[in-house]
């Protein structure tokens, strides 16, 4: 798609009616206007502050699909998680640490679209690769790589789980409570 009808549909995207305004389409709102003016630069500037806010919101739904802490047990959000991953190529992102009742402490992750997600890809989008890679485990119809008590896992070829820390037995109980097919359709109505 050509530069041109990118700025087109953000402009067709900004211009539609909205419930309420937000920052996405305010960025978008300026980059129409911008453009229209012939200023590309503002422009370009917006259109980056419209994909920030964007992945900021994405990665406020992935961690809306992260379990609550079980009894016992406590959770922290990590919130800066969205801001890091734009040195990283960019995407969503978010991080949530559990506190077990032993001490143990479970880290819990999931990126979406960006270049984490990309590596990995080859590795656990092949189950045949998954099994040379380390011992495999099903948890709700996903097949987890469990290397050494870190649990990866590829959804819709988009979306990376990832959990490490605590026993085995507690991350599998953890990644047990996740709807892993909400998870890899996140952002999508």
Do not use: C
């Not at 211009?15 to 937000?22: R, T």
């Not at 990283?88 to 949530?96: F, L, N």
């Not at 001490?103 to 999931?110: E, F, R, V």
């Not at 890809?121 to 948890?139: F, H, R, S, V, Y």
């Amino acid at each position: 798609m050509s530069l041109i009808s990118r700025l087109a549909l953000l402009a067709a995207l900004a211009a539609a009616p909205m419930a309420h305004a937000d920052a996405v389409s305010d960025a978008l709102a300026a980059a129409s206007e911008a453009y229209a003016a012939g200023d590309l630069s503002q422009t370009s500037a917006q259109l980056i502050t419209a994909t920030k806010a964007l992945a900021e919101a994405q990665s406020g739904m992935l961690m809306a699909l992260f379990p609550p802490a079980p009894d016992g047990w406590t959770r922290s959000d990590n919130t800066d998680m969205a801001a890091g991953l734009s040195m990283m190529g960019g995407g969503a992102g978010a991080e949530a640490s559990y506190s077990t009742p032993d001490g143990s402490t479970i880290t819990l992750t999931a990126f979406a679209d960006n270049m984490m997600v990309s590596s990995m890809a080859g590795m656990l989008g092949n189950p045949a690769m998954m099994a040379m890679m380390g011992k495999t485990e099903t948890i709700n119809g996903t097949a987890f790589l469990n290397q050494e008590g870190s649990f990866s896992a590829l959804l819709a070829n988009r979306v990376l789980v990832q959990a490490n820390g605590g026993t085995p037995e507690q991350v599998i109980a953890l990644l047990g409570q996740i709807d892993f097919e909400k998870l890899a359709a996140f952002d999508k109505p």
